[in-house]
């Protein structure tokens, strides 16, 4: 799986988007991106995943360049329970199995 | 709202103590997982299951032993605890099939031998 790199922290204004980056200049045609959390050493939670394709739901919204080398994770109104450390992953459909989670974005919400 | 429990939350041991950390999850998956996680550092695969009677290694190497012998039912066991072993302990499970299934995490164990 491709390797991906992550700021080791963040700030946002409660109220306000955060946009989270991720560079994954090796990710080949057939590895998706994946986004998961962790609050404060909760069991980390799924948020959103895509190919190439901007994608939203309910959480988050991604956005991946159109060369797939980095994408973006946008919460667009964050809150302070939205404070928690994001983990952007690289897999190949058929690997799905192995999460390979890396140090991610600890984003801190702020008041 | 994932159906995925571990016990205990919390457990103080001592060492060489023989401890089994449970994890249980009411999806019917047939893929589950125990990852280790040091705190404030990433967490790693320790073991992993892809149904009844399958277990398998994961990418950090653990003293740990797992075990499936019901579906919904992925127990971790140390036979001697010591205190390289104190960590927290997360279990995941996910459906069976390819694709792009997520994983579905519980509360993880915290897990201190003294």
């Known amino acids: 799986d491709a390797k991906t790199t992550q700021p080791p922290s963040m700030d946002c204004a409660e109220g306000r988007a955060a946009n989270l980056p991720c560079n994954h200049s090796?990710?080949?045609?057939?590895?998706?991106v994946y986004w998961y959390r962790q609050i404060h050493s909760q069991g980390p939670q799924y948020i959103i995943h895509?190919?190439?394709n901007n994608e939203t739901n309910e959480m988050a919204s991604l956005i991946i360049t159109e060369d797939r080398k980095s994408s973006t994770l946008i919460l667009p109104h964050a809150t302070l329970r939205d404070t928690a450390v994001y983990y952007c992953?690289?897999?190949?459909?058929?690997?799905?199995?192995?999460?390979?989670f890396g140090t991610g974005t600890r984003l801190q919400v702020f008041p | 709202e994932a159906d995925i429990y571990q016990t205990p939350r919390y457990l103080v041991i001592g060492t060489g103590k023989k401890i089994t950390l449970e994890c249980s999850q009411t999806?019917?998956?047939?893929?589950m997982y125990w990852y280790q996680q040091d705190p404030g550092m990433e967490l790693h695969l320790i073991h992993y299951?892809?149904?009844?009677?399958?277990?398998e290694k994961g990418d950090l190497s653990s003293e740990s032993t797992v075990s499936r012998i019901r579906t919904e039912h992925f127990p971790l066991t140390l036979e001697s605890a010591r205190p390289s072993h104190t960590s927290q302990y997360l279990c995941?499970?996910?459906?069976?099939?390819?694709?792009?299934?997520?994983?579905?995490f519980g509360p993880g164990t915290r897990l201190t031998v003294l």
């Open positions: 992953i690289v897999r190949v459909w058929e690997n799905t199995d192995k999460l390979i």
């Open positions: 999806m019917g998956h047939d893929k």
């Open positions: 995941a499970s996910s459906p069976s099939g390819g694709g792009l299934n997520e994983q579905f």
């Open positions: 299951s892809y149904g009844v009677n399958s277990t």
């Open positions: 895509g190919l190439k």
């Open positions: 090796t990710i080949s045609g057939n590895e998706y």
